[in-house]
């Protein structure tokens, strides 16, 4: 069947979004607020986000940072850090602050100092979050400088999330910005306990791309993409109609000028096209019957939330997609994902 030329679907949700603060969430928020109804907001924040009440706080700042008339919903995550408070964390639950707990491996990537050294240094928060129905949200890459980075979230499946699934049965787990067919395939092997989320660009390019001509930053982040059988293992799963699959941009901004330079931070800036490189995947994929399902329907199932009601429509036409988005004062910018292809679907 030939694709449509438009498509209606609930308003999507991100369950995966790096929304910074001060004049970074001021740049970055409206772009994220435009396409999504909710999204999933990372703490790694300097200093990162592990208290109740430091949610709470940066919840209100969002919410301050969307222009008014656009509904958006930021749903708060606590960074666990060694000895992470099962008190607090049971807390921040039920008083409707946390929806989910954040593990970052120690060193993994940006902001993650504070992260985890070890499994056993959180256990005691986990059986906490298993009893109050938390889910847990994971960077699944080891941090092992012996490994190699594209081997990273593969040794992680092995060396840390098998046993992981094993200790805790009832933690609810989403293997997040999935980049292998071994992510995939964890995933689908755990269909009860586990989610994994995908990205608009991991599913666009593969290593290659980062060195197309010459070394591009802009396409750098972690974990990094990998090879094209793996690519391909993305796009089949984003696709597949499963129910463990969902959206999550990981949409990661850091100003131009500290990703073009001798060691340029990690994070793919794609809030302002996100939906539309989607729709350009599952077009192209023949697959966009399926696009609801990943984009609105899976995760706030994963979540066990409501799926929102509005709709939106995407059209098959070319997305003039804009080089950059402005930092309000201090004249700096934050360089807009492109995807090596054009995107034929815009709002
Ligand atoms: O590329 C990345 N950027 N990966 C992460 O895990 C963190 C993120 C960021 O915060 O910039
Ligand atoms: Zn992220």
Redesign the pocket.
Known sequence: MPNPTSLTIRRPDDWHV?LRDNQMLAACAVHTARQFARAII?P?LVPPVTKVAEASAYRDRIRRAVPADLKFEPLMTCYLTDGADPVELARGKNEGVWVAAKL?PAH?????AHGVTSMDKVAKGLEAMEKAGMPLLV?GEVTDPDVDIFDREAVFLDKVLTALVKRHPGLKIVL??ITTKEGVAFVEAHPKQLGGTITPHHLSYNRNALFKGGIRPHF????IAKREEHRLALRRAATSNSASFFLGT?T???TTDTKECACG????FNAPVAMQVYAQVFAEEGKLDRLEAFASLNGPRFYGLPPNEERITLHARPMDVPDRVEVPGGGKDITVFHPDTPVGWSF
């Open positions: 790096h990372m790694n970052y993994a990537t940006t902001n993650s960077h997040e910005h750098y982040c972690l974990p990981d990661a901004p850091h931070c990690a994070g793919v």
